[in-house]
């Protein structure tokens, strides 16, 4: 039997090369398949039934109550406000760390890089509780602060913008270091030393030549920051006050207490079609291809 299944091989073969040869993009949509179905059933078919059923029942009424309440719009421009204080601050806290990354010794920066990926091995409500032990009327920092004679009284650490922003920062800094790093890394260092041996100063040398050429990863990071931060729900509803509330917050709060399904929908379009459109001027201005490491044409 092992004999006579032999001559199926060939000529098995030679009908895959032809159907390759008549059908070149076959193949490569037979692998992707899987994944195209699993994009379909769990974000396409969900994105479209979303958008369905935002105007199935009353139209654009869901959309001009969002668009036209003062406390949808508040709670809209708190979102992007807090999105904004976050990438920021992730940039700021996670540049000079993927730097120093870049220039350290491999062993060294093995032990760095595992320090900046150990936060994601807690979840995170695990960390956002933490800061609640930290940041509390009673908790470690006011109590160090009294201690120490510094005030008298527990300084308003948690429940405002502050415990949200720190809270989010740290969540998302890991992401941000590890998006500049592999920009950083690939920047070949000999055109800083060359401007150094030109008489550049250290500073001048990174400021003209370095920094110019992890704009991109500055890009990346910011894209994927913002996006981030605008669908977080559990840090600003357990750091956060009733001023800190963002979309997602107030989706939830539509969709679960007053079961308003269209005008939760409508809730979330709006904050896609905010995604997308971030997505589009980012594309028109930055050249996405080139932020996530494709080559400029």
Not at 20 to 29: D, I, R
Not at 128 to 156: A, C, D, E, F, K
Not at 265 to 293: I, N, Q, W
Request: net charge positive.
């Amino acid at each position: 039997m092992t004999v006579s299944t032999l001559p199926a091989y060939p000529a098995r073969s030679a009908r895959l090369k032809r159907i390759s040869a008549e059908y070149p993009h076959a193949l490569g949509l037979l692998l992707l398949a899987p994944m195209l179905s699993w994009i379909a059933v769990f974000f396409i078919f969900p994105t479209a039934w979303m958008i369905w059923q935002s105007f199935s029942e009353r139209g654009l009424q869901p959309y001009a109550t969002i668009l036209t309440s003062a406390i949808y719009l508040k709670v809209l421009l708190t979102t992007l406000k807090i999105c904004v204080i976050t990438t920021v601050g992730c940039l700021i806290l996670g540049y000079p760390v993927a730097y120093v990354l870049t220039t350290a010794r491999p062993s060294t920066r093995a032990v760095l890089l595992i320090l900046v990926v150990l936060p994601y091995w807690l979840d995170f409500i695990v960390r956002s509780y933490s800061w609640m032990i930290l940041l509390g009327r009673h908790g470690l920092i006011n109590q160090l602060v009294t201690g120490l004679g510094i005030s008298s009284t527990s300084l308003p650490l948690l429940y405002n913008l502050f415990s949200v922003s720190i809270g989010m920062i740290q969540i998302l800094l890991p992401l941000t270091i590890l998006t500049l790093f592999s920009t950083m890394v690939r920047i070949d260092r000999r055109l800083v030393d060359a401007a150094t041996i030109h008489g550049a100063s250290p500073w001048r040398a990174f400021r003209t030549v370095f920094l110019p050429l992890s704009l991109p990863g500055v890009y990346a990071a910011c894209l994927l920051l913002f996006v981030s931060a605008l669908g977080f729900y559990v840090t600003p509803a357990l750091l956060g006050g009733p001023e800190q509330t963002m979309i997602s917050q107030t989706i939830m709060v539509i969709a679960s207490d007053l079961l308003d399904w269209p005008l939760a929908s409508a809730a979330g379009v709006l904050l896609l079609v905010v995604t997308t459109s971030l997505l589009v001027l980012y594309s028109r201005f930055f050249r996405l291809d080139r932020m996530l490491g494709g080559m400029a044409r």
